[in-house]
């Protein structure tokens, strides 16, 4: 809203569009409850106290907060649309978001930015985006997409992008990659924010990263860490996705004097936990609940975020300030009753309103090419020695370096589900080259069958985990056939599905029947013997080789420790 269109409100009796009477407004500024009438205007708050109103809401002694923002999140995550996204978040109260289209770039590029752009005009929601830095996250992999410092010159340059999206290739940084540092001072020459991404850095390699300008990291996984890099100049995201859940280990950290620096995101968030718990909403309900000062935790996710990036007139209560605001019937649950997207009340109980969001279908077009492969394609040729293994950290993206006998038979080093020791495979799905990655994983517990996904970060190639060879080939046809997605193989067929053909990771359908549908699929892979919360979140993870400290992409295994590709059999 322009400044002209403001003042009038400040000399005159004009009437404005709501007035919110007896409010308890939770003050993110002064950090205290005050009783107030708020006046809004445009989509703005114009004032507080007594204004002639066309429409007055009487909230009876409720309190109102800001909108919360959610400050690192991939959309794509939730495996559907943004406007899907939005009409999942915000009866939860979430009226911003941050995201890094770097899950779609890695399949479309930059045509995947603008594709996710699509259509936001008509939603009622604040996008905002970091553009991705590590398209591909690293040479150790095969991504549909290369994006150059060149590509993102335009796109830096608008104003709903702020700044440069985590910087995986930290080693890229330490060392002065020439297009790391042209992205870096692109960034930084328009004066806009570079995220971080640097699990278990420290000393002088977390010194040169944070000399660069890296300004965040939301990958702490310890106190130890996060207090390192907070006390390093750093801001931290405290992450409680569906996998990866630090919330219960770094809130030990926050303190009266460092919060303002601490700022809570989801990161990945699959559908079924955003309609039951939500996004940003659950962090803020999980710290009340763990002792943290209430108005601290709404701090953190609203005015915090919102001066990191920074975004202006978001992230309070205040005149000038868009009027986003959640009104809770008990603060201490942090219960939403209602949610105002620029001054428009948006959902209710829970529930969205209405006609508040367009339908709007998104072209999907395949992006899966690859032939039939046989079994044979899966076989794993025995060795002298030991087979590194990669194992599964629980509730947790982090994995560890795994050395075992395993079992052969004819030759071939198979799975052996006694000992939770399967065959895990990443097939490339981009651009035919044929690759397939093999290895051997422990901590799924599949005693039978095999699950395959075409969310695979960052490069989303195919991914598979099974028992036998031939599960392990009928899952990945699967996936091609659906032009992506999740399959569950078990006694030779399918056993349950999710097509995702919006670039191998979102579907056209509503996030209730997404949701449903991953329902279905996490039950029938419980019934194979997988005792995993997320078993498709967790697989997905498993192809990442920025992430410690053993993953497997489609050329190989990779010591992330290293930053190589490793051979399948012999000492680390």
């Known amino acids: 809203m322009e400044i002209q269109n403001i003042i009038p409100y400040a000399k005159s009796e004009r009437e404005v569009d709501l007035l919110v009477t007896n409010a308890r407004l939770i ?56 406007s899907e996204y939005a009409r999942a978040v915000l009866p939860h109260g979430v009226t911003t978001v941050v995201t890094d289209f770097h899950e779609i770039a890695n399949v479309m590029g930059t045509r995947g930015i603008r594709l996710m752009r699509e259509g936001m005009e008509a939603t009622p929601f604040n996008l905002y985006c970091m553009l991705p830095s590590c398209v591909p996250a690293t040479l150790l992999e095969t991504s549909g997409a290369e994006i150059q410092a060149e590509d993102l010159k335009d796109l830096m340059k608008e104003e709903w992008v702020k700044g440069l999206g985590e910087m995986m290739n930290f080693p890229g940084v330490i060392h002065g990659e020439p297009d790391v540092l042209v992205k870096i001072s692109m960034t930084r020459a328009h004066g806009k924010r570079i995220d971080g991404h640097a ?60 919060a303002c620096r601490c700022m809570f995101v989801t990161d990945d968030r699959h559908p079924a936990d955003l309609i039951a718990e939500g996004g940003v909403d659950h962090c803020v309900r999980k710290a009340i609940r763990m002792g943290l000062d209430t108005i601290c935790a709404i701090q953190m996710a609203t005015i915090n975020p919102a001066r990191y990036f920074p975004l202006p007139k978001i992230g309070g209560i205040a005149p000038g300030y868009r009027a986003d605001l959640v009104v809770l019937e008990d603060l201490n649950e942090f219960k939403i009753s209602q949610v105002f997207q620029a001054g428009r009340l948006v959902a209710e109980e829970g529930t969205i309103l209405p006609r508040v969001i367009e339908e709007k279908k998104t072209e999907a077009e395949n992006t899966v090419h690859l032939p039939k492969l046989s079994a044979e394609r899966f076989r794993i040729k025995a060795e002298a020695g030991r087979a590194k293994v990669i194992e599964l950290v629980p509730r947790q993206i982090i994995t560890k370096k795994g050395s075992y006998e395993v079992k052969t038979h004819d030759g071939l080093a198979v799975a052996d589900p006694q000992r939770d020791i399967l065959k895990i495979a990443v097939v490339e799905r981009h651009k035919g080259t044929g690759n397939i990655g093999l290895g051997f994983v422990k901590g799924f517990g599949l005693k039978e069958g095999a699950i395959a996904s075409s969310v695979a970060h960052d490069s989303h190639n195919i ?32 056993a349950a599905s999710l097509p995702l053909p919006i670039g191998g990771l979102m579907s056209d359908l509503s996030i209730e029947k997404v949701s449903k549908s991953l329902t279905r699929l996490h039950q029938k892979v419980k019934e194979m013997g997988c005792a995993l919360e997320e078993p498709f979140m967790t697989l997905s993870f498993l192809a990442l080789p920025v992430i410690p400290e053993l993953k497997i992409t489609d050329q190989g295994l990779v010591d992330v420790t290293r930053f190589e590709i490793v051979p399948l059999f012999g000492e680390f």
Do not use: W
């Not at 310890?222 to 219960?248: D, F, P, W």
């Open 27 to 82: 003050n993110v500024f002064s950090g205290t409850i005050e009783p107030r009438a708020i006046a809004i205007a445009q989509g703005h708050v114009v004032g507080f106290g007594e204004y002639p109103a066309q429409e007055v809401l009487d909230l009876e002694g409720r309190f109102v907060a800001p909108g919360l923002i959610d400050a690192h999140v991939h959309i794509e995550s939730s495996m559907v649309g943004v």
């Open 199 to 258: 699990p278990g850095l420290s000393g002088k390699d977390l010194a040169a990263y944070i000399a660069a300008g890296i300004a965040s990291d939301h990958e702490c996984t310890t106190k130890a860490e996060a207090e390192e890099k907070l006390n390093q100049g750093m801001y931290i995201m405290i992450r409680e996705g569906s996998t990866a859940r630090n919330l219960e280990e770094l809130l030990t950290i926050v303190t009266p004097a460092n």
């Open 463 to 494: 991914i598979v985990v099974g028992t036998e060879d031939e599960a392990m080939a009928l899952a990945v046809q699967g996936i091609a056939e659906m032009h992506g997605g999740l399959i569950a193989v078990k006694d030779g067929k399918t």
